[in-house]
Nanobody, 124 residues
Framework: QLQVVESGGGSVQAGGSLRLSCAAS????????IGWFRQAPGKEREGVSC????????NYADSVKGRFTISRDIAKKTVYLQMNSLKPEDTAVYYC?????????????????WGKGTLVTVSS
């Protein structure tokens, strides 16, 4: 069974850092683009960042540029989201998603696999 599982969420004060992990299981090869999305209470889910299967292409939402960094370890079949200088408005459930095409992640449409999410809470 193919699945992606998030970990690394938690509570942190503003200005702090967290690193989220997205581990893929059941995939013969880790030849998928991976995206991070988040959903705050009362708001729609939004794209945060994504990375192509090769790792050569990365995208970030304007709200996180310069603070978040996405990377992947192909051998470990894991994608990381390093989040620095966290703000209270970063508070949300963060979801990992996988798709054959990074374009699907950018468009947040027709995505193949979703994780169940991990909660990030940033206090002021």
């Amino acid at each position: 069974q193919l699945q992606v599982v998030e970990s690394g969420g938690g509570s942190v004060q503003a200005g702090g850092s967290l690193r989220l992990s997205c581990a893929a299981s059941g995939f013969t090869t880790f030849d998928y683009a991976i995206g991070w999305f988040r959903q705050a209470p009362g708001k729609e889910r939004e794209g945060v960042s994504c990375i192509s299967s090769s790792g050569r292409i990365t995208n970030y939402a304007d709200s996180v540029k310069g603070r978040f960094t996405i990377s992947r370890d192909i051998a470990k079949k894991t994608v990381y989201l390093q989040m620095n200088s966290l703000k209270p408005e970063d508070t949300a459930v963060y979801y990992c998603a996988a798709d054959s095409f990074v374009e699907s992640l950018r468009a947040n449409y027709g995505i193949d696999y979703w994780g169940k999410g991990t909660l990030v809470t940033v206090s002021s």
